[in-house]
């Protein structure tokens, strides 16, 4: 069956200059179109050179005495700003480590040293498991109580009042994704923190998904503590948390004697990947660039880009949206009002992992799971298994978007 090709897409702005963007990532010269973005971007040649930059020139652990150990110090104070200039966050409230999943079990350790038996944390059926196991199982060793907000199906959403439901003055900490990486909806955080902090609770948020495709703002949206992984928005694999400093301040992590006690250092353990915070500055800049056109601080830059970025996601989500309706028996479970441009697809008839390796065969990258939201997965009835998920980048473009629909047709009509 011939799919009946969709006009082309108009790009939302001239300033976002899609070909121009395209050019800067030396992976997409094998000619995949890649929807695997929520599980991991491809990386742009000036996060590519910064990162080899850092390891050619003179490198030691930090320190102000050998070049090596000022050009540790250097990567390591620029890479603070840059992230800080991103999530609107002071520099001092910017810790690096290993994951996000390494940070969360971290900092829920470190918190739940203060429990007794009878509090209670509160986590949410929508979240990936990296912001709700290290809770549960920081609970039980304390004695708290887990308490679950659910979502509804039908819709993917999670609302202000399943968290009020399930919020009390034994509350704790509220843990809840900023967007789900499963089917994309994006929860009413400020609201949510507002309720948390109205029950004496702190907020942990999980922006990994989020930060990849909306400008954070972390007093906006009352997080007290907001975690990212760089290489979900072009960056090298680590992880990033950011919270105010003078909260950090009250915490005691385990830590090493002679490691430093200052803050954010005491909550970084062993030497830091330095190469990599040479990458996810730059990966910053990339991002602060992709409206070519901005002027101003890298903070308004950013600004510029994001709004540039969403509207370019949107032109593309809605041809993909159009393209999906036309196709038979297939189910789209990312149906929240605010949503990312991420969608998990089922197919009535057709096994999404047989999709998965019918459309890699053809230089789709769209891959078949639950993407570690098992809980999330279970609750919209598709079990263990998840389904097909087809997320955008700030490097696809409409020929992506038609290669992917036009494999799906071939897929499920068998033409």
Known sequence: MALARPEPAQEPSVTYDIAALRSQFPALTAKTAHFDGPGGTQTPQPVIDAIAEALARPLSNRGSVTLGERNAETLVTEARRAMADLLGADPRGIVFGRSATQLTYDFSRTLAATWSPGDEVVVTRLDHDANIRPWVQAAARAGATVRWAEFDPATGELTVDDIRAVLSGRTRVVAVTAASNLIGSRPAIAEISRLAHEAGALAYIDGVHYTAHTLVDLERLGADFFVCSPYKFLGPHHGVLAARPELLETLRPDKLVPSSDAVPERFELGT??????????????????????????????????????????????????????????????????????????????????????????????????????????????????????????????????????AGLGEFLTGA
């Open 272 to 405: 830091l990947p330095y190469e990599f915070l040479g990458g996810t500055r730059a990966a910053v800049d990339f991002m602060a660039g992709l409206d070519h056109a901005a002027t101003g601080t890298r903070r308004e830059r950013l600004a510029a880009a994001f709004t540039a970025l969403e509207a370019h996601e949107h032109t593309l989500r809605t041809r993909l949206d159009k393209g999906l309706a036309a196709l038979p028996g297939i189910t789209v479970h990312s149906r929240a009002a605010d949503r990312t441009p991420t969608l998990l697809l089922t197919f009535e008839h057709h096994s999404t992992t047989d999709a998965y390796g019918f459309l890699a065969e053809r230089g789709v990258q769209a891959p078949s799971g639950a993407f570690y939201a098992i809980e999330a997965s279970r609750h919209l009835g598709l079990g263990d298994t998840g389904g097909l998920r087809v997320g955008l980048a700030p490097y696809n473009d409409a020929e992506d978007v038609d290669r992917l629909l």
